[in-house]
């Protein structure tokens, strides 16, 4: 059974910084390459950052570069987001997905509201 399960989100004060993970089961995961997305409401889904199957190259929407990172771990099977400089417009649910080929898997999601 596949599963992609996140964590570490919250409230945090604009300006500060949130560290996402997402624990991934159930398929190979280093054969994947793993996105984290968000929704916030009112506002189409953005793909917000991506990593290649071997870590090593990572693609950010415009609005982020600079004060995101994305990283993976393939030993432990977990993905990560490193959120710094948050800014109210962060506000989001935030989503991991991992793709490979026509296979797409999602998590649940877990929320981030930056607000002071």
């Known amino acids: 059974q596949v599963q992609l399960v996140e964590s570490g989100g919250g409230l945090v004060q604009p300006g500060g910084s949130l560290r996402l993970s997402c624990g991934a089961s159930?398929?190979?995961?280093?054969?994947?390459?793993m996105s984290w997305y968000r929704k916030a409401p009112g506002k189409e889904r953005e793909l917000v950052a991506t990593i290649y199957s071997n870590g090593r190259i990572t693609n950010y929407a415009d609005s982020v570069k600079g004060r995101f990172t994305i990283s993976r771990d393939n030993a432990k099977n977990t993905l990560y987001l490193q959120m710094n400089s948050l800014k109210p417009e962060d506000t989001a649910i935030y989503y991991c997905?991992?793709?490979?080929?026509?296979?797409?898997?999602w998590g649940q999601g877990t929320q981030v509201t930056v607000s002071s």
């Open positions: 159930g398929f190979t995961f280093d054969s994947y390459a």
């Open positions: 997905n991992a793709f490979r080929l026509s296979t797409n898997y």
